[in-house]
């Protein structure tokens, strides 16, 4: 399997900050293995699915979707969609004052 280019990081991690899939096999597997190990992250944004479950690293290990280095860049792709969408959703008046 070929690396990954730069766009397809960049697709994948919006799938996982979305929650969208749709993208083509090859992206939605890695959204889907990178998405179960930051399944607590997702969920407190709400866009885990409700079936997500965090994946255990021996299994990720065995499936191997992408190499460290690329894990790394994705997982910062990742933190950077959903920071922007935690200020996005502050700055939309959620959650709501008491």
Do not use: C, F
Not at 25 to 30: L, N, P
Not at 40 to 61: D, F, I, Q, T
Not at 66 to 82: F, G, P
């Amino acid at each position: 399997m070929k690396p990954l280019d730069r766009h397809e990081l960049d697709l994948v991690a919006r799938a996982i900050a979305s929650g969208r899939r749709g993208y083509g096999a090859r992206v939605d597997r890695v959204a889907e293995s990178v998405a179960g190990l930051m399944v607590n992250r997702l969920r407190a944004l709400g866009v885990a699915p409700e079936r997500a479950r965090s994946r255990r690293k021996a299994l990720l290990r065995k499936a191997k979707p992408v190499d460290a280095r690329t894990l790394k860049i994705l997982l910062r792709r990742v933190d950077k969609h959903l920071g922007q969408r935690a200020l996005a959703s502050v700055a939309d008046g959620w959650p709501p004052a008491h």
